[in-house]
């Protein structure tokens, strides 16, 4: 008998251990997507502020400050726009790693309630057979 429950406590341990590893390389694998996301975005950002302030550092009577505030507000509004698209983007990977764990999770809870439930009931029937 105790043979048996320690066989059975092994097997959830791995079960449990394996469907842990396969969440924390889903976590992990989501989280470099989203730090992806987010450096390409800022890298996208930077070069265009750089190009702007480069552009307005060469800014030499009124007529080019005009032109140049018009591109200012311009880059205020692409990079809002950008910002919002990729807060939405990791919103979108963060959700689907969030899906691909919790269903890891209910295929590892089920698959170890029907382990349990399956010893348990020849356990009873063995008890039967027995008594």
Do not use: H, P
């Amino acid at each position: 008998m105790f043979e048996q429950i320690n066989t059975q406590s092994l097997a959830l341990g791995k079960s449990y251990a394996d469907a842990f590893v396969k969440a924390q390389g889903l976590a992990l694998a989501g989280f470099e997507r989203i730090t992806e996301l987010n450096l390409k975005t800022f890298e996208d950002r930077v070069k265009a502020s750089v190009e702007f302030w480069t552009e307005a550092a060469e800014v030499r009577d009124f007529e080019a400050a005009k032109a140049i505030s018009a591109k200012g507000v311009q880059l205020a509004k692409e990079s809002a726009e950008k910002l919002y698209a990729n807060s939405q983007e990791v919103l979108g990977v963060s959700l689907k790693t969030s899906e691909a764990i919790g269903s890891l999770a209910k295929s590892s809870f089920e698959s170890v309630n029907e382990t349990v439930t399956d010893t348990l009931n020849k356990t009873v029937k063995a008890a039967k057979k027995a008594a």
